[in-house]
């Protein structure tokens, strides 16, 4: 099934890790094609030398390396922040947001070299394959694709065993956890983890102090945002890349971002997730908070509850190609406009609070709130409001007595 597809030139998104290594070989080898390897890099820390020299002694045919950063943080991260993008309460979508891009790059090697097909490490269990497959088909409906792991039928550790055979360079054998990385999030899976009932073991976080190890005073950070995008913090204009690097290690040294989810995949079972994720956590509060100032109720309630929810779930489930997803964006956008002002946060061992804010459009009025003075409707105001705003719930409560 699925091994009949013929194809001489692959182009193959390559992380360096196992499974991509195994299938630099096993392409070649099944297909007798010339494979092509392409590392995205979208913020993740890895060694990317290293990473061409493995693609290299696997026998790839020409590796390319591509800096995707700055286009990851403006045109997917940013988008992520406008809509508030966390799937299912929680996960702020890293690994979902970064895949579509990765196609686009892994595609536009594909037309360079004259590919006729293009191939990705992900497995038949997980979310990454299917973000991977649709994207592919919108880009480039002509290519084929092809997905190893979901065709070799190897364990673990038969890959292993074949890398040995082949004398690819391996070396991760041992590795306890699944990961994966970019600016917006690290997320981590497998060993241990996936007892839902036991914690998180320490060694599972990288980018995040435990609470106990963070400074013994608070951190604060006033965050700037212009049409609901962050632009500088504490003073001090910065672009996006770097913007979201700092707040990841500020964040990270506070203990703050470390997020653990049950999670309900996109192929049919829940797993268990966890994540660290300091600035997307803290954009997330400090971003919504400013839009509670700024929006109408009517408008927030319908991006809160409508726009946001709806936008996350479209890119989990892969569908960022989905006409629905920049339409539900172009509505946010008219909204966004006005979501301009300050924000401050306030982090401490693992807690964070925003605990102030101001925007020129801000909705709130001193007047208005002020117990002690100003206006204050007259008792026949009030109790004429009350009247009709209660009428509907008691007409049905009476009737349903
Ligand atoms: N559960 C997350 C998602 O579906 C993270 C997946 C991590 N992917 C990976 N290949 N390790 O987006």
């Known amino acids: 099934m699925g091994h009949e597809i013929g194809a001489s030139k692959i182009v193959l998104a390559y992380s360096g890790g196992l499974d991509t290594t195994v299938a630099i070989k096993w392409l070649s080898e099944k297909f007798g094609a010339e494979v092509y390897t392409v590392t995205v890099d979208v913020g993740q820390e890895d060694d990317f030398s290293r990473i061409e020299e493995r693609a290299y002694k696997a026998g790839a045919r020409q590796h390319f390396y591509i800096d995707a950063r700055r286009e990851f943080a403006e045109r997917y991260i940013a988008k992520a922040i406008v809509m508030n993008g966390m799937y299912e309460g929680l996960y702020p979508l890293g690994t979902a947001l970064a895949r579509p891009l ?38 480039a409906p002509d290519l ?42 690290r997320s981590i899976e497998g060993g241990p983890l996936d007892d839902p ?23 604060y950070l006033t ?7 962050p632009v500088a913090v504490n003073g001090e204009k910065m672009e996006l890349v770097s913007l979201i690097s700092f707040l990841n290690h500020v964040g990270g040294a506070n203990a703050v971002g470390r997020i653990d989810h049950i999670e309900n995949r996109l192929v049919g079972f829940k797993s268990r997730e966890v994540y660290e994720a300091p600035a997307a956590v803290i954009l997330y509060h400090a ?41 539900l964006e ?41 117990y002690s003075r100003g206006w204050y409707p007259t008792d026949e105001e009030a109790r004429g409001f009350i009247e009709i705003w209660s009428l509907h719930s008691l007409t049905a409560l009476r009737r349903r007595k």
């Open 144 to 185: 084929k694709i092809i997905a190893p792991a979901r065709i070799w039928g190897m364990t673990r550790a038969e890959e292993v065993e074949y890398a040995k055979r082949h004398g690819l360079p391996v070396g991760e054998e041992h590795k306890k956890y699944s990961i994966d990385d970019n600016l917006w999030s």
């Open 102 to 139: 990765i196609v686009e790059k892994v595609v536009e090697v594909a037309r360079r070299v004259g590919a006729d097909a293009v191939a990705h490490g992900s497995t038949s269990k997980g979310n990454d394959q299917v973000r991977f497959d649709i994207t592919a088909k919108a880009l």
């Open 287 to 327: 971003h919504r908070d400013l839009e509670k100032l700024v929006l109408t109720p009517r408008e927030l309630r319908f991006k809160h509850y409508v726009l946001d929810p709806q936008w996350a779930d479209l890119v989990y489930q892969g569908l960022w190609v989905e006409p629905l997803r920049t339409a």
């Open 197 to 219: 009932a036991a914690e998180p073991p320490e060694d599972a976080f990288k980018w995040t102090v435990p609470p106990d190890k963070a400074p013994a005073e608070p951190a």
């Open 223 to 229: 965050i700037e945002f212009e049409r609901g995008l």
């Open 330 to 370: 172009k509505a946010a956008e008219e909204m966004e406009k006005w979501v301009t002002g300050e924000v401050k946060v306030k982090l401490y061992k693992g807690a964070l609070w925003v605990v102030g804010r101001e925007s020129p459009y801000g909705g709130y009025s001193h007047e208005l709130a002020d």
